[in-house]
């Protein structure tokens, strides 16, 4: 197996462009797969990891519902935002600046094959780089992502997840607010789930902006640990 992941960090980029990315590195290990089954072969697949962000976009996963998004075209618009249809699970979401996403592209036959094991891995990668700044990052029940004081009227969502896997080769991945522009969420019922509100790292820490690449640094650095990978830098 192998557990080599390439990392690169994108930077500001736009949301089809980057889906565009993931599509090509999705079909590069699709391919060498196929042909491994073809020829009996067993050359090594890669793994990668996309660090990104993204200007002002809604995506709605294959099973949502477009009710959610609460703006028309003219106000998408107004707002400086884009929307898109595409072909993860969940339901609607938010990218912008301040928020750190990450998209690992992985062959899951090089780790585990349980697509609802590599979820609950990204969630605890989440929260335990959430735990190094002093925040108990929770999980919710039939909720997919990560979230605080789960069980309380005071329930917040801090990062939102969905995934595609074909062939146990996974795309898109997770959403964490670091800085995010909170009022964002406002124009959407987030991933259809109306009665919990959404949280920021750099809210929940009382200042006004967190470093970060130095989250990056520790999601990194926790997601190798719960992975057992080695992770390789790409360049930026």
């Given at each position: 197996m192998n557990k080599e992941v390439?990392?690169?960090?994108?930077?500001?980029?736009?949301?089809?462009?980057?889906w565009d990315y993931q599509e090509e590195l999705f079909k590069s290990v699709f391919d060498?797969?196929?042909?491994?089954?073809?020829?009996?072969?067993?050359?090594k697949t890669p793994n990668y990891f996309l660090y990104v962000e993204h200007p002002h976009v809604y995506t709605l996963g294959k099973s949502g519902d477009v009710s959610n998004l609460l703006l028309n075209e003219s106000q998408l618009a107004s707002k400086g935002a884009t929307f898109y249809k595409i072909n993860r699970g969940g339901d609607i979401t938010y990218h912008g600046p301040?928020?750190?996403?990450?998209?690992?592209?992985?062959?899951?036959?090089?780790?585990?094959?349980?697509?609802?094991?590599?979820?609950?891995?990204l969630e605890e990668t989440i929260i335990m780089t959430?735990?190094?700044?002093?925040l108990k990052g929770m999980r919710s029940d039939g909720e997919t992502g990560v979230w605080l004081d789960v069980g309380t009227p005071f329930a917040r969502k801090i990062c939102a997840m969905g995934v595609r896997a074909s062939r146990w080769i996974t795309m898109h991945g997770f959403a964490f607010n670091v800085n995010?522009?909170?009022g964002y969420f406002d124009n959407i019922i987030p991933c259809g789930i109306r009665d919990?509100?959404?949280?920021?790292?750099?809210?929940?820490?009382?200042?006004?902006?967190?470093d970060e690449a130095e989250v990056?640094?520790?999601?990194?650095?926790?997601?190798?640990?719960k992975f057992e990978a080695v992770m390789i830098s790409q360049g930026d």
């Open positions: 390439f990392y690169k960090d994108l930077g500001l980029k736009d949301y089809k462009v980057t060498i797969k196929v042909s491994n089954r073809r020829q009996n072969r067993e050359d301040g928020q750190v996403v990450g998209y690992p592209i992985l062959d899951l036959e090089n780790f585990f094959t349980d697509i609802h094991k590599y979820l609950r891995f959430m735990d190094e700044y002093g995010a522009d909170l919990k509100a959404v949280t920021s790292l750099n809210v929940e820490l009382g200042v006004a902006k967190v990056k640094q520790k999601l990194l650095k926790n997601f190798a640990k």
